[in-house]
């Protein structure tokens, strides 16, 4: 966890318009209707329990399925928040149309997930436990994931970040 937190920018230097559409601080309306805003800690945990590196395709999945395990993410916040994030985004932040796919699959995919909403989980109190444990109490699907990842790989042959996620490896 140490290693991630140290690649990963510090809060004060993610934009503005990311840290609006992305931090639990700003959940007011109307942005309140993007659910499972977390804090960057949170956020991090999330990349680890869903096998993730830090790719935008990478970013686009776990903001995804954050927002998507609670389960309350409607359509058309989906919709709004991908715009935002493909066109409005600083360069180093923006979905290209791909990861925006892979960001709505995301959503999708956690909103059919038995997982806990993710924007709740105490990832502190789970620090001591084992990847697969972490993943079994937060009822994280890593068959439900390694379906999806290969869904990933064959719509983006292309893309190393999506290729990595099964070429001889699993989500474990």
């Known amino acids: 966890m140490e290693r991630l937190l140290s690649i990963g920018n510090p809060q004060s230097e993610v934009p503005w318009i990311v840290r609006v559409m992305e931090n639990p601080a700003f959940n007011v309306p109307p942005l309140s209707m993007f659910r499972g805003r977390v804090t960057l800690y949170q956020h991090d945990c999330v ?21 998507g395990s609670t389960k309350r993410m409607r ?21 290209p149309p791909k990861a925006r796919r892979v960001f709505q699959d995301a959503v999708h995919l956690a909103a059919i997930s038995d997982c806990q909403p993710l924007d709740q ?8 436990y084992p990847l697969r444990e972490v993943r079994r109490r937060v009822c994280v ?3 439900l994931l390694q379906a999806y990842y290969e869904i990933e790989a064959a719509r983006n042959p292309r893309i190393a970040a999506c290729r990595r996620l099964v070429e001889g490896t699993t989500a474990a």
Do not use: N
């Open 47 to 67: 990349h680890l329990l869903l096998g993730r590196g830090t790719t935008l395709m990478d970013e686009a999945f776990v903001v995804g399925f954050t927002m």
């Open 75 to 95: 359509t058309s916040a989906t919709e709004f928040f991908g715009r935002v994030a493909s066109r409005f985004y600083p360069k180093a932040y923006r979905f």
């Open 121 to 128: 989980v105490d990832f502190h109190a789970l620090m001591d």
């Open 141 to 143: 699907e890593e068959s």
